[in-house]
């Protein structure tokens, strides 16, 4: 199985915070990118995050300064840490990863819901 697993979502008040995990399948080294997108009801699919094998970290304008992903190698898995939460932060967050020359690979998703 190569589909990556998420868990850690719930409801928040705003202001709160709240942090994703995603189980990678295998080993987190055979994977040059790993990231999250969301999608909120209506609206198109966001990436909001990602990490290369290099460690360098990517954020949408609309998360950068209050999510965080980080990653975990002796657990084959990455986080993304999401502080003062916004009702507009209201989505379904996906984890992805991906091998050089290989499409991506997405999660189930979890729903993160974050009221006012």
């Known amino acids: 199985q190569v589909q990556p697993v998420e868990s850690g979502g719930g409801l928040v008040q705003a202001g709160g915070s709240l942090r994703l995990s995603c189980a990678v399948s295998g080993s987190i080294f055979n994977y040059n990118i790993m990231g999250w997108s969301r999608q909120a009801p209506g609206k198109q699919r966001e990436l909001v995050a990602s990490v290369n094998s290099g460690n360098n970290r990517n954020y949408s304008d609309s998360v950068n300064g209050r999510f965080t992903i980080s990653r975990d190698n002796a657990k084959n898995r990455f986080y993304l840490q999401m502080n003062s939460l916004k009702p507009e932060d209201t989505a379904v967050y996906y984890c992805?990863?991906?091998?050089?020359?290989?499409?991506?690979?997405w999660g189930q998703g979890t729903q993160v819901t974050v009221s006012s």
């Open positions: 992805y990863t991906k091998q050089p020359g290989r499409p991506s690979y």
